[in-house]
């Protein structure tokens, strides 16, 4: 049960650099027999406690043993571009995994799923993790707590103080006492870097500071989940939600809150050809009879739809998540050189890991974890940015090859100033009045009490009246 291309042979001899299988299929009388060389299976170090890994082998006795089945995979030549080819007949070693996900790519404008997989092999499991599996969202919750604060006279210049947290939630519960991932502080810093960088202590603050009852009206609005409990944790994504709501929402983000229902089926037809349902949500001007009468008018689609949510917030939100991906926790994803809106998502224990990013025109949502929760293991590469980006990357060089990246479309009334930050210098989107300069600039806050005057456009954090 796994791709076609895998396949089971049995180790035959095993020498000093390489390894003999047989009882491989035969074809043009080659004999059912083949080669893995050592190279193709250096990963296999062992497996140890809380997803370790032991010492890398330093030969193939310590992988394979005569008479071990294994699964094996025909190789042409090792990776690398000026890599010299294989003979014929040689094979990698693959490893059925137990680590599972999902993936759901969808269109951003009209909800239409246009992929889907719910896991590693269907004839291994039937469950669809993309649909059913309920996990915590963790860090990918944030642009909805960041979104509840743009509503509540945020903007992406105020400054919240990155420190330590306690929080007290009553009824003889112990003291709630969140940290960041890495446990470090960086002070007084902007949203902006804030959100680009995913940390927790500002976040709980900002959500403190709006109220968790306004970020849980923010994530029902966008179909996040359905039923949320008004908790502080709750804005650290400790919630459960599914990838594909989570999908969806992300795409409402980009679209610019124009609402949209996922969809598997995009048009039933009666048996006359009549069509009895359409998904798709806006309609087309001089397309089909009027094209047909001869209608002098080009076509044109036709978008009814207002947005339920203030444009201006949303993307606020979404130009930040654009920094996520240049600047920030999946900072990799620079190098496809588009706009990408994105979020990455690491649990505690990183027991359920995500990458969510949005394009004007597609979105994917990535999730990985295990099926009974357990750690995915440690260190940066066993986070969102680690290995849930890396599989956004691999799909999306496939998806946009060829095409010109698609600006996303910015709302009337924004108001685009050079401004410096952390991050470096960059056009930030301001609603008028809170731009550098301006009297609604000063609402900034740092601890939920103290008023700021923002970053200076030197970069440097000014206290109120300082200079």
């Not at 791709?3 to 491989?24: D, F, R, T």
């Not at 709980?204 to 009206?217: D, I, L, S």
Request: proline content about 9%; some cysteine; overall charge neutral.
């Amino acid at each position: 049960s796994g791709p076609p291309a895998w396949q089971l042979a049995v180790v035959s001899k095993v020498e000093p650099q390489a390894v003999q299988i047989i009882g491989l299929p035969s074809s043009n009388g080659e004999g059912g027999e083949g080669t893995v060389p050592f190279a193709e299976m250096t990963w296999a170090a062992p497996t140890l406690a809380e997803q370790r890994l032991g010492v890398p082998p330093r030969s193939p006795k310590d992988v394979v043993n005569v008479g071990d089945v294994i699964v094996v995979e025909k190789v042409e030549k090792p990776a690398g571009q000026n890599a010299k080819p294989y003979p014929p007949r040689t094979y990698a070693l693959r490893q059925i995994p137990n680590v599972e996900g999902g993936v759901v790519v969808m269109d951003t404008q009209t909800g239409r799923v246009l992929a889907m997989s719910g896991g590693w092999s269907y004839a291994r499991s039937q469950f669809n993790r993309a649909v059913q599996a309920a996990r915590q969202p963790g860090s990918s919750f944030k642009p909805f707590v960041y979104l509840a604060a743009m509503d509540s006279g945020f903007t992406p210049a105020s400054v919240v103080l990155d420190a330590p947290f306690s929080y007290d939630p009553g009824y003889g519960q112990p003291i709630w006492t969140p940290k960041n991932y890495g446990g470090d502080y960086l002070g007084p810093t902007t949203v902006r870097r804030g959100l680009e960088l995913s940390r927790n202590l500002m976040t709980v603050r900002m959500a403190q500071q709006v109220g968790m009852k306004r970020v849980v009206e923010v994530a029902k609005e966008f179909g996040v989940t359905d039923q949320m409990g008004a908790y502080l944790p709750m804005a650290l994504g400790a919630g459960e939600t599914t990838l594909l709501r989570m999908t969806m929402a992300y795409a409402m983000l980009a679209n610019g809150a124009l609402e949209i229902t996922p969809s598997l089926v995009d048009r039933v037809q009666d048996r006359n050809g009549r069509t009895i349902y359409r998904h798709e949500p806006r309609a087309c001007r001089g397309c089909g009879e009027q094209a047909a009468a001869g209608n002098p008018v080009a076509p044109e689609i036709v978008d009814s739809r207002k947005p339920f949510h203030d444009p201006a917030s949303v993307y606020q939100v979404v130009h930040m998540m654009l920094g996520v991906t240049t600047r920030g926790t999946a900072g990799r994803l620079a190098a496809l050189g588009r706009p990408i809106a994105g979020k990455t998502g690491t649990t505690n224990d990183a027991r359920d890991n995500w990458f969510l990013g949005s394009t004007p025109d597609i979105t994917i949502g990535i999730y990985i974890g295990f099926d009974e929760p357990r750690t995915l293991g440690h260190g940066n590469a066993e986070t969102g940015g680690g290995n849930a980006a890396p599989i956004y990357e691999a799909m999306a060089k496939e998806i946009f090859k060829g095409k010109a990246p698609t600006p996303f479309r910015i709302p009337p009334g924004l108001r685009m100033v050079r401004y410096s930050y952390e991050g470096g210098s960059i056009d930030e989107v301001f609603k008028p009045g809170t731009e550098p300069g301006s009297e609604g600039f000063n609402q900034t806050m740092l601890d939920g009490s103290a008023p700021w005057s923002g970053i200076d456009p030197g970069g440097g954090p000014q206290q109120a009246g300082g200079s």
